[in-house]
């Protein structure tokens, strides 16, 4: 089973422990949502956040620009 945790969190590294227990679910698994996140937490394994986007501000630009 944490061989099949692994293959899923690598394959979809978005997914918490939620989704992969849905996914576990779906291929026959009989195991809690608990057991997969004590699992994931002691194997390391993490949801990969996206990138922060920067946000523009109005005072960054000079009012010539605006038009």
Known sequence: MIKEI?????????????????KLKEKG????????RLIRKHEGLQVIKK???KAVTWK??????LG
């Open 6 to 22: 692994h293959f899923l969190s690598e394959k979809h590294p978005r997914f918490g422990y939620r989704k992969i227990y849905d």
């Open 29 to 36: 698994w009989s195991v809690g949502r608990e057991r997969i």
């Open 51 to 53: 990138g922060e986007e």
């Open 60 to 65: 960054k630009h000079s009012s010539a620009e």
